[in-house]
């Protein structure tokens, strides 16, 4: 065909064009060829999933279906073929691939493939049952034209079975079920239709019927099958969903329990995590004793208020770190409080307890440094083996308090060890907490007053008022025993201003010139109001301001330092004068000078006690009084006990004192007679 151009009138080549309509066609034909072909995807979970049930359902059919496919070829090949042995070697090669096929479904599988191995091994599928169908059909449709009429019968009959059979026995696979249906039953009944004979026709057509109903079952069965999948695949995905959100919630929870038993500051374990393992503990056989110990830090917070909390805090986590060093692999460090800690240790005897206590005090022994500064810090240690039982981690809680609190008596870096003795000494501080509580405990507990001379004269200057309680059945009752445990109970207050009352009175009767002395707790000097109630007391009892000495002792300034000034300051405005007592007890005294202007210092026994046979304690001595000196401030030594320890206070200038040597403590009406009397000469001269 030649086509010339109009325009140049020259002619070109003819080229081959296709219709509109075959372009679409042949489009048409491979979509629906791939869609046969098609074994699904790996990509989303449904088609993951789809791919997985169809896997694990031909492992169980196909090797059935190449079985039957097998003996309906081999059947077929000798009922038809004349000289089968002629003709045996393209059946041969068929039956042998078929054999291949059913070794290779029927092998074990170690684990379920992938859902890319799956697919691999799926995607020939579709083709492999083409190719065989097809042979198959065309074999029949050759015997259909070249046979005796009795092997029409065969054709018919073992190409209808392996069709039929094979669609139903992949109708989880709906492709490859569908290729013997179309490529050999199909051909045949169609064959039998174009007979034209009446009973071939309708074995044709019924046929035909039948090959509809069930490609019409298999796309019903596919779209239950794929609605199946899917509803199964939303489930997964929920419950995969649930299974996250449980598993956050379970992170969330374990994370919040983490927080819940972890102290902020020290990243150790809180009081609460520690309770719950030393319930634990004490659910162990005896044969795995466990030692609890308690340890307060001495005097931690002056550190606080003189340095600030951020360097309290660093110390605290260094402290942490150091005692988390002793712990072992099996046990546990707490910090239960603002400067407390504790230790679950394994423990076999009272021993190895006092070894675990002495490592906790030796190793905070050396400095701690932090901006530059050293600090050193003392710890009290308290200890006791836990027991076992229902209640046996709280009475070994109670017995290292216990322990702890004996320590803390015999002073700073002490350990002991909980001892039958001890309980003891618990049961009477808590028969102590019991009688506080009665109604008439605060009427139960007097005063007694002890003179403070003027050591050069021996003039009679003050009385110092001091609690005493004489209980029914606890008898006597110091008050170094009764005050802590009244504070603790907030039952101090009451029993405070009862004796402020009682010592005013009494003061009302001595000369002008002998003062009151009284002791002011942490209680009442750290309440904002104390000091305006005081003064108002004093007004009510008719006392001049100027007759009233407070003593405060460095631990109730400690408590709260700026209160304490404020009130402090409050006092002194009206007169009263302030005295600091037990001088030299502590380490922060020096400090307390600088900042507060005192009247008096009183100095601390332990200073007076051993002057008389220590040189080192007599210097000490000395210096603390030329200290005070310098300051113009008088002191009063207290705790004076014998004529070696006067003489030597006279000769260090001390400007007063007080003590058994000088008089004990006396009941208010020989307090009155001791003041109304005038001062012997030979008390001058001495």
Known sequence: MTLHSRRYGKSRKPSLTFPAEGIRMWTALRIWWNRCMSAGEAVTDEGRGMLQTRYAALKRQVPFIYAISLLNFIGFHFATSRQWQASLW????????????????????????????????????????AMLSL????????????????????????????????????????????????????????????????APVGLGLCLILV?????????????????????????????GRALEAEQ?????????????????????????????????????????????????LDNFKPINDVFGHMVGDQLLR?????????????????????????????????DTAQQLGNAI???LRPPFVEQDREFRVTAACGIALLGTGGDAFQVGLIQADTALHAAKQRGRGEVSVFHPALEAARKRRSDIANALKAPRAVDEIGLV??????????????????????????????????????????LIEPINDSLLIKAMHAARDWPKSVRLSVNLSAVQLCSPSSARELIGKLAEAGLSPARLSVEVTETALLIDFETARSNLAVLKAEGIRIILDDFGAGFASIAYLREIRFDTIKLDGSLISP??????????????????????????????????????????????????????????GEASKLAAKPMAPDQAAE
């Open 248 to 296: 956050r919630a379970l992170s969330e929870a374990a994370r919040a329990q983490v927080i819940a038993d972890t102290d902020d500051l020290t990243g150790l374990p809180n009081r609460r995590a520690f309770l719950k393992a030393a319930e634990a503990c004490a659910a162990l056989p005896e044969d795995k004793a466990v030692a609890v110990a308690i340890v307060d």
């Open 318 to 350: 260094q402290i942490g770190s150091r005692l988390e060093t002793l712990r072992g692999d099996t046990g546990m460090v707490a910090r239960i409080g603002g400067d407390e800690f504790a230790f679950l240790v394994r423990c076999a005897d009272v």
């Open 449 to 490: 007053f002890q003179p403070v001379y003027e050591l050069a004269t021996m003039r009679l200057l003050a009385f110092e008022a001091l609690a005493r309680w004489k209980h029914d059945t606890l008898g006597d009752v110091s008050p170094a025993d009764f005050v802590p445990i009244a504070e603790q109970l907030n």
């Open 361 to 363: 005090t030796e190793i």
């Open 135 to 198: 042979a198959f059909g065309v074999w029949g449709l050759i015997v259909f034209e070249t046979g005796r009429p009795a092997e029409l019968n065969y054709a018919i009959l073992f190409g209808s079975l392996t069709a039929l059979g094979c669609a139903y026995g992949l109708a989880s696979f709906p492709n490859v079920a569908r290729m013997p249906l179309v490529f050999l039953a199909l051909p045949l009944a169609a064959r039998l239709v174009f007979t034209g004979e009446a």
């Open 611 to 668: 002057i008389v046979d220590s040189v080192a304690s007599r210097r000490l001595l000395e210096g603390v009084l030329q200290l005070c000196l310098a300051l113009g401030t008088p002191c009063v030594a207290e705790h004076i006990e014998s004529e070696e320890q006067l003489f030597l206070l006279r000769k260090l200038k001390c400007a007063s004192g007080q003590g058994f040597l000088l008089s004990p403590p006396l009941a208010a």
């Open 211 to 239: 090959i509809c109903l069930i490609l019409r079952l298999l796309g019903t069965h596919e779209r239950g099958f794929v609605q199946l999948i899917r509803a199964r695949s939303a489930i997964e995905a929920e419950r």
């Open 90 to 129: 393209p059946g041969g090669l068929l039956i042998a691939f078929m054999l291949i096929r059913l070794l290779y479904w029927m092998r074990r599988e170690a684990h379920v493939p992938a859902p890319e191995a799956i697919l691999a091994r799926m995607r020939p599928m579709p083709f492999i049952a």
